[in-house]
């Protein structure tokens, strides 16, 4: 008999790869998306400092551009790098100071202040957190605009963001977007106008790229398992075959796509174990399908995410656990 330890973490970014061990460093490295994946066909890794270390309360964290250039640095609890705490600093690929955030148990919490590529000052801002909910919502307080003029003062103004291939503006009233926004998104592919009040976004239209429009009262709904985490957790649990292999013991790092539909596709394994274990993680997970996709203003989207699931094979009578909720590392998007 075996005893089987199944431990189920839910990723967004970071996604996380074992590749190089240096002393007491430990260096990973992760694709566009912050997923983990091979040397070589990265676009940032992570370099982990003290990873070795023993009854280490944090972890001091850098993050690289391909190029060698640093991206953030900051601490983590994690060794892995996905519990930030405290000042992280960011910075654009050409050196430049892009922003410094500060974190609570991985949520942005407190001031911030953003730069922009030429080293001009952007914004000062500030996240409000609240722990119970596990949520932080941004306030405005400053804000120039590429030339160098100042369009909110003490929170209250015109106020824009631009990314890359995303774009929004209206005006904020102490600190928080008022009356009528709007903006796009070229990624996905849709415009969208928005009206807010106290504070609040009480409703949104959008026109995805076939010319549909979406109604929408919550402006990103993350993917979720229509019975519940539990529901995955269990079915997880209950369906994975173990090789008939004594002292198994090991960590399968995969990800996957939850498609439109709410189907999971494209699952690959990045760091197996062998012995048909990393198989066998791909075949309960592709036939998983009790999933809510995510929704952006009203549109379904495709989400990547990352799964490692830890195995563990011992003399003994067959038991199986999963984590509990509170097990779970969350992320935190900003929704500016």
């Not at 949520?107 to 030429?118: A, D, P, S, T, V």
Request: net charge positive; glycine share 8%; hydrophobic share 30%.
């Amino acid at each position: 008999m075996k005893s089987i330890l199944f431990s189920i973490l839910f990723l967004l970014v970071p996604k996380l790869c074992i590749s190089q061990v240096t002393s007491n460093i430990k260096t990973i490295y992760m694709d566009s998306l912050w997923q983990k994946t091979s040397e070589g066909n990265h676009k940032y890794y992570r370099v982990i400092k003290g990873y070795y270390s023993e009854k280490q309360d944090s972890y001091q964290i850098q993050d690289y551009y391909k190029s060698g250039v640093l991206e953030k640095e900051g601490m983590s609890k994690s060794k892995e790098g996905n519990s930030r705490e405290g000042e992280f600093i960011f910075y654009y690929e050409n050196g430049a100071k892009k922003s410094v955030s500060n974190y609570t148990k991985n949520l942005l919490n407190g001031k911030e202040l953003r730069w922009y590529e030429n080293g001009k000052i952007k914004q000062e801002g500030e996240y409000i957190t609240d722990l119970k909910k596990n949520q932080s919502e941004y306030k405005v307080n400053q804000f120039w605009d590429s030339s160098g003029i100042q369009k909110v003062t003490d929170g209250n103004g015109d106020y824009e963001e631009v990314g890359e291939k995303t774009f929004c503006s209206g005006k904020v009233k102490d600190g928080f977007k008022d009356g009528v926004w709007e903006g796009y998104d070229k990624k996905i592919g849709y415009t969208f106008s928005e009206n807010y009040s106290n504070k609040k976004l009480v409703s949104g239209v959008s026109i995805d790229s076939d010319k549909v429009s979406h109604n929408y009262k919550i402006v990103e709904l993350k993917p979720e398992a229509k019975n519940g985490i539990e529901d995955f957790y269990n079915y997880v649990a209950k369906n994975f075959r173990m090789p008939e292999v004594e002292g198994l013991r090991g960590k399968i790092y995969l990800t996957f796509i939850i498609d439109k539909e709410g189907k999971v596709i494209q699952p690959k394994v990045i760091q197996g174990i062998g012995y048909g274990a990393d198989e066998e993680a791909l075949r309960v997970l592709s036939l998983y399908k009790n999933f809510n996709p995510k929704e952006i203003r009203g549109i379904k989207v495709e989400c990547p995410y990352s799964l490692p699931i830890s195995i563990q094979t011992a003399g003994g009578s067959n038991t199986k656990s999963t984590p509990s909720p509170s097990e779970m590392i969350k992320n935190t998007n900003r929704n500016w």
